[in-house]
């Protein structure tokens, strides 16, 4: 990609060992973007993401281990980080779900769920965002989901940790507002909130609804409950979004939860 606007700088991207969050460590790289990944997985996938990530145009990839259910790990890992390099840009997006009803649901994942959905992008903002405002260029984007605007059944925990993370994330926009200026960029905080996007996450939805037939049965019934374009996303298509957010003419655009859904919660 010859539009390298992101060259000299460097984004953390959370849960980028897989689908969304790989796809946009993916696509910042391409504009020239040192890329912090982080996330579980095997050595093997942590290597394949890693070396994705160069291979898409980053100048430099690492990895930065941290269990984002335990802030003493996150302090630790935004620490290795801002040591390697200042922090431009840092996407929250590592998640993940569990859908059963209320009365179901262990309180084990709704801790897990709350820590990582939630809490984790609280720790990381609050240590991002003041050398983000010193230097008078910044950008938050964290992944929500349709389910920080609208509910769903079954998903007690993961409504509540994006209904959560949009308002975090406005309350954020408001104390950055002024930081920086028009030709410095600015520091901006804004929610990207996808509907169905093809990625390992949704498999246990998928697989609930076959009923006997093909995965492609199971996509097709996921679609039409929700989704009116019967298209899934790509985890690439919320990467150009993200990339968007990034440019210097993004600048006051702040505090917004942006839907990316197919009409989900147009309805
Ligand atoms: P995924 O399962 O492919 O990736 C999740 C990532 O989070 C992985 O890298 C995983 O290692 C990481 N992660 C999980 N637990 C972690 C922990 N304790 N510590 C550190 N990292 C951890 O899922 P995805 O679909 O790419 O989801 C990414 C984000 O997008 C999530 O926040 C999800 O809620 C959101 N989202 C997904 C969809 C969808 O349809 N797939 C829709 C709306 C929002």
Redesign the pocket.
């Known amino acids: 990609m010859n539009d390298r606007f992101l060259e000299g700088r460097t984004a953390l991207v959370?849960?980028?060992?897989?689908?969304?969050?790989l796809a946009i460590a993916c696509r910042l790289a391409a504009h020239g973007a040192r890329v912090a990944l982080?996330?579980?997985?095997t050595h093997e996938q942590i290597d394949a993401a890693s070396t994705a990530v160069r291979v898409a145009g980053a100048p430099d990839a690492r990895h930065f281990a941290?269990?984002?259910?335990d802030p003493a790990q996150i302090e630790a890992m935004m620490a290795e980080v801002a040591s390697w390099s200042a922090i431009d840009v840092l996407v929250n997006?590592?998640?993940?779900?569990h859908a059963v009803p209320i009365a179901d649901m262990p309180v084990t994942k709704w801790n897990d769920i709350l820590a990582?959905?939630l809490s984790a992008a609280f720790h990381t903002m609050r240590l991002a965002l003041p050398g983000m405002a010193g230097r008078g260029y910044g950008r938050v984007v964290n992944?929500?989901?349709?389910h920080g605007l609208v509910a769903s059944k079954d998903k007690a925990p993961y409504v509540a940790s994006k209904f959560g993370v949009i308002g975090l994330g406005k309350v954020a926009a408001l104390e950055y507002a002024a930081a920086g200026s028009r030709d410095s960029g600015g520091v901006t905080v804004n929610c990207i909130c996808?509907?169905?996007?093809e990625?390992?996450?949704?498999e246990p939805q998928v697989e609930a609804r076959r009923n006997g037939g093909s995965r492609e049965d199971g996509v097709r019934a996921l679609l039409a409950e929700k989704q009116p374009s019967l298209r899934m996303s790509l985890?690439e298509d919320i990467g150009a979004m993200a990339a968007w957010l990034c440019r210097r003419e993004a600048h006051n655009v702040t505090g917004t939860a942006m839907p990316i859904d197919g009409g989900w919660t147009a309805q």
């Open positions: 959370t849960g980028s060992t897989s689908g969304i969050g982080n996330g579980l997985g941290a269990d984002l259910r997006n590592a998640g993940i779900q990582i959905n992944i929500a989901s349709v996808p509907g169905w996007v990625t390992p996450l949704i985890p």
